[in-house]
């Protein structure tokens, strides 16, 4: 099962909004609503932010969204706040009982 | 609260064994479905395998015939036997709680540090 793909670095500066991609295939992504999004900060466990595709948990601001088309999910952060710096993954489930991540990204705020 | 504390990692010789464990609070591990997820230094995360409420397990094609996963209920803790250690295994090693029935992980454990290295 290879990797998700997203892009290594984005970045924005406090108040604006940014666009994180997640590209997998049809066995993946396009095959299930079953993306999911997790927040690391340096030295520290992930955090879900998003599961299926668009919804958060109790406790994540509303700032973060996330959607899917086809075979690509995203992950939206608008009103971007220095805590936001983090690195982000996507991760979706793949059928057969396993799951694959993307390789991550790391989100600057300027 | 929620609560997973893995422990167990280390320096192991390529070839090595070791048992890496998940200890769990504020919820029965064995009425969820755990996952163990690796990130080796600097790289991204990498699904290992998980093991289902009934007992099923499955595993990363990396990993298969070399990891096995278990639980004990009455110690409500999540272990990950470690075989034939190959360098490309250094990682930490975190445990996360699988949301049933759901296809996401809700809480995560801080990570233990395997270092497979001669």
């Known amino acids: 099962q290879s990797a998700l793909t997203q892009p290594r670095s984005v970045s924005g500066s406090p108040g604006q909004s940014v666009t994180i991609s997640c590209t997998g295939t049809?066995?993946?992504?396009?095959?299930?609503?079953?993306v999911s999004w997790y927040q690391q900060h340096p030295g520290k466990a992930p955090k879900l932010m998003i599961y299926?595709?668009?919804k958060r948990p109790s406790g994540v601001p509303d700032r973060f969204s996330g959607s899917k088309s086809g075979n690509t999910a995203s992950l939206t952060i608008s009103g971007l706040q220095a805590e936001d710096e983090a690195d982000y993954y996507c991760c979706s489930y793949a059928g057969s009982f396993n799951w694959v991540f993307g390789g991550g990204t790391k989100l600057t705020v300027l | 609260e929620v609560q997973l504390v893995e422990t167990g990692g280390g320096l192991i010789q390529p070839g090595g064994s070791l048992r890496l464990s998940c200890a769990a609070s504020?919820?029965?591990?064995?009425?969820?479905?755990m996952s163990w997820v690796r990130q080796a230094p600097g790289k991204g995360l990498e699904w290992v395998s998980v093991i289902y409420s009934g007992g099923s397990t499955y595993y990363a094609d990396s990993v298969k015939g070399r990891f096995t996963i278990s639980r004990d209920n009455s110690k409500n803790t999540l272990y990950l036997q470690m075989n034939s250690l190959r360098a490309e295994d250094t990682a930490v090693y975190y445990c996360a709680r699988g949301n049933d029935p759901k296809y996401y992980f809700d809480y995560w454990g801080q990570g233990t540090l395997v270092t497979v290295s001669s």
């Open positions: 504020g919820f029965t591990v064995s009425s969820n479905y």
């Open positions: 049809s066995s993946d992504v396009g095959g299930y609503n079953y």
């Open positions: 299926d595709v668009s």
